[in-house]
């Protein structure tokens, strides 16, 4: 049990959990939000199931 | 058991060519989520950010994590490749994150701007004020 322990333990640090990036300060005029808006939901409709 | 032997004639071979290309074409229009990713969202265990990315609303088993992994994985390759010229990978995200983050239905989870998770409800989600 101990060694088994001990193995996950390793296999966590091997692949650590990479807290994912939350980049909220990008930066967009306005424009292009809207002019992007389109494509955006046109992007959501034709890969319905990654969305 | 007898078994009958034809030749496929010129119409029969279209109608088969037909039949083949309408089962390609559906799965393709009518993809849907995979029903693990589907219950993920209702459970409230991942959520949509504000980046246009799914995030971990709460401490992820390691089957949710890698549904993430994956949805995320993908997703980045749809706005790398789809991001219109003039635009960012990022901003293409984001843009499409304020309207992933109106789409959630009631129950499911979305982070605000404060990066606090939320559970949408009846009303309207809290969102970026950049977004459109």
């Known amino acids: 049990m101990i060694a088994v322990a001990g193995l996950s333990g390793c296999v966590q640090i091997e692949t650590p959990d990479k807290p994912i990036e939350i980049n909220l300060n990008i930066n967009i005029k306005q424009e292009i939000v809207y002019r992007l808006d389109g494509d955006a939901k046109k992007l959501i409709e034709q890969n319905s199931e990654i969305f | ?132």
């Open chain 2, 1 to 132: 058991m007898s078994m009958t032997m034809w030749k496929p004639t010129g119409l029969a071979m279209a109608a088969i060519a037909a039949t083949a290309a309408v089962a390609l074409m559906v799965p393709a229009a009518m993809a849907q989520r995979d029903p693990a990713y589907e219950a993920a969202r209702a459970a409230g265990q991942v959520g949509e950010q504000p980046d246009g990315y799914l995030g971990y609303a709460s401490t992820p088993t390691p089957a949710v994590r890698a549904i993430v992994d994956d949805i995320n994985i993908k997703r980045k390759a749809a706005y790398t490749s789809g991001a219109p010229g003039g635009s960012t990978v990022e901003q293409f995200a984001f843009v499409t994150g304020c309207n992933l983050i109106n789409k959630t239905r009631p129950g499911e989870k979305y982070m605000a701007p404060d990066r606090s998770w939320k559970t949408r409800d009846a009303g309207a989600p809290v969102r970026d004020s950049r977004c459109p």
